[in-house]
Protein backbone atom coordinates (compact mmCIF):
# COMPACT_ATOMS: atom_id res chain seq x y z
CA UNK A 1 0.00 0.00 0.00
CA UNK A 2 1.56 3.02 -1.29
CA UNK A 3 0.93 6.15 1.65
CA UNK A 4 2.51 9.66 1.43
CA UNK A 5 2.26 11.48 4.93
CA UNK A 6 2.47 15.25 4.88
CA UNK A 7 3.96 17.43 8.19
CA UNK A 8 5.02 20.39 9.19
CA UNK A 9 2.25 22.88 8.07
CA UNK A 10 0.70 25.56 10.16
CA UNK A 11 0.00 29.16 10.46
CA UNK A 12 2.94 31.87 10.34
CA UNK A 13 3.34 34.97 9.89
CA UNK A 14 4.46 36.66 6.48
CA UNK A 15 7.93 36.77 6.64
CA UNK A 16 8.26 33.78 8.43
CA UNK A 17 9.71 30.01 7.36
CA UNK A 18 8.66 26.63 6.98
CA UNK A 19 9.85 22.94 6.07
CA UNK A 20 6.84 20.70 5.13
CA UNK A 21 8.28 17.12 4.59
CA UNK A 22 6.58 14.16 3.28
CA UNK A 23 7.46 10.45 4.08
CA UNK A 24 6.86 8.16 0.97
CA UNK A 25 6.31 4.10 1.82
CA UNK A 26 5.13 1.24 -0.52
CA UNK A 27 6.97 2.90 -3.51
CA UNK A 28 10.88 2.81 -4.90
CA UNK A 29 11.31 6.15 -3.31
CA UNK A 30 14.59 6.59 -5.13
CA UNK A 31 13.34 6.06 -8.33
CA UNK A 32 10.51 8.34 -8.18
CA UNK A 33 10.42 12.25 -9.43
CA UNK A 34 8.93 14.16 -6.16
CA UNK A 35 6.91 16.96 -6.49
CA UNK A 36 5.19 19.96 -3.78
CA UNK A 37 1.90 21.08 -5.13
CA UNK A 38 -0.79 23.78 -3.73
CA UNK A 39 -4.32 24.23 -3.53
CA UNK A 40 -5.89 27.46 -2.03
CA UNK A 41 -9.51 28.13 -1.31
CA UNK A 42 -11.36 28.05 -5.05
CA UNK A 43 -8.27 28.11 -7.13
CA UNK A 44 -7.20 25.34 -8.75
CA UNK A 45 -4.24 22.88 -7.76
CA UNK A 46 -1.04 24.29 -8.83
CA UNK A 47 2.59 23.20 -9.17
CA UNK A 48 5.15 24.29 -6.40
CA UNK A 49 7.90 22.66 -6.90
CA UNK A 50 9.52 19.12 -8.44
CA UNK A 51 12.90 17.18 -7.83
CA UNK A 52 13.61 14.17 -10.39
CA UNK A 53 15.55 11.10 -8.66
CA UNK A 54 18.59 12.80 -10.06
CA UNK A 55 17.93 15.95 -7.94
CA UNK A 56 17.53 18.25 -10.90
CA UNK A 57 14.36 20.60 -9.22
CA UNK A 58 11.91 22.84 -10.81
CA UNK A 59 9.83 25.61 -9.40
CA UNK A 60 7.13 27.81 -9.85
CA UNK A 61 7.75 31.47 -10.57
CA UNK A 62 5.74 32.52 -7.72
CA UNK A 63 8.45 30.56 -5.24
CA UNK A 64 11.70 30.83 -7.14
CA UNK A 65 14.64 32.21 -4.68
CA UNK A 66 11.53 31.70 -1.52
CA UNK A 67 11.17 27.88 -1.69
CA UNK A 68 13.53 24.94 -1.90
CA UNK A 69 12.88 20.71 -2.76
CA UNK A 70 15.08 18.62 -1.62
CA UNK A 71 14.95 15.07 -0.74
CA UNK A 72 16.90 12.10 0.94
CA UNK A 73 16.32 8.58 -0.35
CA UNK A 74 17.84 7.24 2.76
CA UNK A 75 14.85 8.25 4.92
CA UNK A 76 12.01 8.73 1.83
CA UNK A 77 11.74 11.68 2.56
CA UNK A 78 11.18 15.12 0.31
CA UNK A 79 11.13 18.42 1.71
CA UNK A 80 10.09 21.88 0.60
CA UNK A 81 11.89 24.84 2.66
CA UNK A 82 9.78 27.73 2.48
CA UNK A 83 10.86 31.12 3.56
CA UNK A 84 9.71 34.82 2.91
CA UNK A 85 6.19 33.57 3.13
CA UNK A 86 3.28 35.70 2.36
CA UNK A 87 -0.47 35.39 2.49
CA UNK A 88 -0.67 34.23 -0.95
CA UNK A 89 1.13 31.02 0.15
CA UNK A 90 -2.02 30.21 2.16
CA UNK A 91 -2.98 26.61 0.57
CA UNK A 92 -3.37 23.16 1.58
CA UNK A 93 0.09 21.55 0.31
CA UNK A 94 0.37 18.45 -1.23
CA UNK A 95 2.75 15.71 -1.83
CA UNK A 96 3.27 13.47 -5.46
CA UNK A 97 5.04 11.08 -6.57
CA UNK A 98 5.20 9.77 -10.05
CA UNK A 99 7.12 7.19 -11.81
CA UNK A 100 6.89 5.33 -15.27
CA UNK A 101 7.31 1.44 -14.97
CA UNK A 102 5.68 0.43 -18.14
CA UNK A 103 3.24 2.68 -17.25
CA UNK A 104 2.76 5.87 -15.23
CA UNK A 105 2.09 5.55 -11.41
CA UNK A 106 1.08 8.56 -9.51
CA UNK A 107 0.37 8.72 -5.96
CA UNK A 108 -0.54 11.69 -3.79
CA UNK A 109 -0.57 12.65 -0.08
CA UNK A 110 -3.55 14.06 2.28
CA UNK A 111 -2.51 17.48 2.17
CA UNK A 112 -1.01 19.79 4.96
CA UNK A 113 -2.45 23.22 5.42
CA UNK A 114 -0.36 25.99 5.71
CA UNK A 115 -1.78 29.67 6.50
CA UNK A 116 0.45 32.86 6.50
CA UNK A 117 -1.33 35.74 8.35
CA UNK A 118 -0.52 39.45 7.68
Known amino acids: QVQLVESGGGLVQAGGSLRLSCVAS????????MGWYRQAPEKQRELVAT???????NYAESVKGRFTISRDNAKNTVYLQMSSLSPEDTAVYYCKSVTFLGRLYEYWGQGTQVTVSS
Open 51 to 57: ITNRGNT
Open 26 to 33: GIIFSINT
